[in-house]
């Protein structure tokens, strides 16, 4: 590293020096990352991460500090490994705050819970934390959505019941009831005899002859009528 320092940057021999670097401390950023194998991210994402981490410190390492090398990549890596966690491996974007919060919950959680004999509730928890109630409730959900259950997996308890086959959806009833209501209230103000002759044809099933016949009126009057009234309920459902 002191070597390359006191090269110049357009040196060829200083890019190489970098090189031989990187390559000798790659086990070092692998042994890192193998710290977070198990928490569900495949290990050669994790030793990439690391290996990333290990470039930014390769390349902000000031050697005149005399500070050794070790001690300033480690927690380099690691924070580049934890970025990795933070920024990719959620299934929702969830604050960096609220990741960092939850991740510190489950530790404190037993450790009162050790002390007290029992379970401590969200106040005791967020006192502990020094945090609000909404702060930690916020956290905890946020543990929920690191890693999203597949929709074709079977659901606990449901009998080998795919979790979309209880997925709920828009009733078509719904939109069904909507209209029958707003139908009723624009059929009540039509005059009363276009109700009546609406309802013999479309209750009734009755033709406009013998509909003419009932009301006497000429089935052509009584086609005019169906057609306004229709035309009439047919302009105030689509308002």
Request: aromatic share 4%; charged share 25%.
């Amino acid at each position: 590293m002191r070597r390359r320092a006191a090269l110049n940057v357009e040196d060829p021999d200083r890019a190489r020096l970098r090189t031989r670097i990187i390559e000798a401390n790659l086990p070092m950023a692998g042994r890192l990352a193998r710290r977070y194998v198990g928490r569900g991210e495949p290990y050669e994402d994790l030793a990439q991460a690391g290996a990333l981490g290990l470039i930014k410190a390769v390349d902000g390492y000031d050697s005149n500090r005399g500070v050794p090398f070790a001690s300033y990549a480690v927690p380099t890596i690691l924070g580049g490994i934890r970025k990795h966690f933070r920024d990719t491996a959620w299934a929702i974007r969830v604050p960096r705050a609220a990741q960092e919060l939850g991740a510190q919950v489950p530790e404190a959680r037993g450790r009162l819970a050790q002390q007290r004999g029992r379970q401590p509730t969200d106040r005791e928890l967020a006192d502990d934390l020094a945090v609000t109630v909404a702060q930690l409730v916020a956290a905890v959900a946020a543990l929920d959505v690191y890693r999203l259950a597949s929709l074709n997996e079977p659901r606990p308890g449901a009998d080998g019941l795919e979790r979309h086959a209880l997925v709920g959806a828009a009733d078509p009833a719904y939109a069904a009831v909507d209209d029958h209501l707003t139908l009723q209230l624009l059929l009540a103000a039509l005059p009363a005899r276009e109700r009546r002759i609406l309802t013999m044809r479309f209750y009734g099933d009755l033709t406009q002859a013998e509909i003419a016949t009932r009301v006497g009126l000429s089935q052509m009057h009584v086609s005019r009528l169906l057609k306004r009234s229709l035309a009439q309920l047919r302009a105030g459902m689509l308002r």
